[in-house]
């Protein structure tokens, strides 16, 4: 018997339909609707329907996430209506001081404290799973860069770290896939050399840092044949290139990227704009008194010599008066932190604002959020019922 | 298709006459199809029936003459803040009454737009009800055993069966 369309009075509603109202909410509600029936538990745990949630949650939910400043360990969320909430201290005790959060993908947060396993959680299920540490390096916490993501044509989630040689540059790379479970040396290729900021962002099955390769790089007393030729009487440094770095996390290959070609001085910082690699460059004019930000989008290709890649200036702010320290693009606005006061010191327990300027107006707005601290890297964050088994 | 028409008649489901004016019915692909095949050819006695029923038409009419400028001319922003008011106020209405209808509704005529927001309008009132309500409102049957819900209940601490 169908059991869809009208059936007298009753209106059994079809599963198609059903699953258009249970992707809008929230996954605590997901989770106790899991006892309505046998039907709703099993599409609620679908991959398909999991899927179509984190999309839809992504997309209406987005929040940003930071560190709170006043608790040890508890995260802040600016969630899309401008509210600052606290989020659940995490569900482990070791880990519950002085964590940090390293990545953000999908609704899981990568979590790392000194040389403690690592920690997938996802806030919203409440789901940890314990990542150990790779165990063939001694790991130096302050020297390794990590990176977290997601690539939908493996299907598969990993986490990459990086390990510096005698200089503060990479020298080694591991990978740790959540479907093997375990972590693997890989080629860093070109990237030997390269110095990369411990900040990452990822999108569409890659994670990107901002790099610097040094042109003159001696490691184990061979001279790096890929940098630059030198010229006489060249002094140190003079010749560093700057990048930006891409791990393909499908392929587990380093790709370097030239950076905007900018002909102005700017802070510059990565960012994801339409679900692509950006950049945001706060520029501070030489007067002191005016600055802008402008955002520039790189659009990847591939032709006969191999991938090719354009960078484009999509948008430039309004100029302002006060200096700004632009942090990341959020729904469709730059979300920036404000230093009118100069300073440059944070003070414990204040306060600090955030500004919003419109892409689309060019307008800003002020936001003082409550345990904000600049300092803070902010991450996105959309809950999801994404699950990573069980190690 | 000539301009000059402004307004189709339909049936509803339980055979009442609604009228609708052309550009309210291209919120709808299927009453858009209409609009080309049988209301303009030369023999138009035929009234095209529509698998909805009066209660429900009512309301997706009162929709559609209420989206349709802005759909086909485009809007300033106060009349998307002005839109997004009304619609609140259209949607207040009864889940199992009328809301789901609308849903099954929406569907069926391929109206982007009206079933997002009662999706979300659904989805709203569920954030307020126990399982037992939901049950209630779909027709639904607790098919899970004793041990079943145990079990649940032990994986998914946040799971409730009342």
């Known amino acids: 018997m169908k059991r869809t369309g009208m059936d007298r009075d009753i209106l059994y509603l079809p599963e198609e339909i059903i699953r258009s109202i249970l992707k809008r909410l929230p996954v605590k509600f997901l989770i106790r609707f899991l006892c309505v029936c046998k039907r709703w538990k099993n599409l609620i745990q679908n991959p398909s329907f999991i899927a179509d949630h984190l999309q839809q949650s992504t997309h209406r939910n987005d929040a940003l996430l930071f560190k709170s400043s006043s608790h040890h360990f508890a995260l802040c969320l600016l969630d899309c209506g401008l509210q600052v909430r606290v989020v659940l201290k995490i569900p482990l005790m070791d880990f519950s001081d002085c964590a940090t959060v390293l990545g953000s993908c999908n609704g899981l947060l990568l979590l790392g404290k000194c040389n403690l396993p690592f920690a997938l959680w996802n806030p919203a299920t409440k789901a940890v799973r314990h990542v150990p540490r790779n165990r063939t390096e001694i790991d130096i916490s302050c020297h390794c860069v990590t990176g977290f993501g997601f690539s939908p044509i493996v299907n598969d989630y990993k986490i990459v770290r990086t390990y510096p040689g005698i200089d503060d540059t990479v020298d080694r790379a591991y990978v740790f896939s959540l479907s093997r479970g375990s972590w693997r040396g890989i080629d860093v290729g070109n990237l030997k050399g390269v110095k990369l900021d411990f900040e990452s962002v990822t999108a569409n099955g890659a994670i990107f840092w901002y790099g610097v390769k040094s042109s003159c790089v001696w490691e184990k007393g061979e001279y790096d044949i890929e940098a630059e030729e030198d010229e006489d009487d060249m002094e140190e440094g003079e010749h560093d290139v700057e990048v930006v770095v891409s791990f393909d996390i499908a392929k587990e290959v380093f790709t370097l990227i030239p950076r905007p070609n900018l002909e102005y001085n700017a802070e510059e910082k990565l960012t994801v704009y339409e679900n692509k690699l950006a950049v945001l460059c706060d520029i501070w004019k030489d007067d002191e008194t005016t600055g802008f930000i402008d955002l520039w989008v790189l659009d990847e290709g591939t032709c006969v010599s191999g991938e090719t890649w354009r960078w484009t200036k999509r948008h430039t702010s309004s100029p302002f008066s006060f200096r700004l320290d632009s942090r990341t693009i959020w729904r469709n606005e730059i979300v920036c932190n404000c230093d009118d006061e100069g300073t440059g010191e944070i003070q414990r327990g204040k306060a600090y604002d955030l500004y919003l300027m419109n892409l689309s107006t060019k307008e800003a707005k002020r936001l003082v959020i409550p345990r904000y601290r600049p300092s803070s890297h902010i991450y996105h964050y959309a809950e999801s019922l994404v699950s990573f088994g069980n190690n | ?162």
Not at chain 2, 45 to 51: K, L
Not at chain 2, 152 to 158: D, E, I, K, T, W
């Open chain 2, 1 to 162: 298709m000539s301009s000059s028409v402004e307004a189709i008649t339909v049936l509803s489901s339980d055979g009442d006459e609604f009228k609708i004016t052309v550009s309210a019915a291209k919120l709808s692909k299927p009453l858009n199809w209409m609009l080309e095949d049988v209301c303009f050819s030369d023999d138009c006695d035929e009234v095209p029936t529509i698998e909805v029923n009066s209660k429900t038409l009512v309301k997706v009419i009162e929709y559609c003459e209420k989206h349709a400028p802005r759909a086909n001319s485009g809007a300033s922003d106060s009349d998307a803040e002005e839109l997004k008011k009304w619609d609140i106020e259209f949607m207040k209405m009864d889940v199992k009454d009328i809301l789901f209808h609308i849903l099954m509704a929406a569907n069926y005529l391929h109206m982007e737009g009206l079933y997002d927001l009662a999706c979300q309008t659904a989805a709203d009132l569920m954030k307020g009800m126990t399982v037992s309500q939901i049950r209630k409102i779909f027709h639904i049957k607790n098919d899970f055993s004793s041990e079943e819900q145990e079990q649940l209940r032990r994986q998914h601490p946040g799971c409730s069966f009342d």
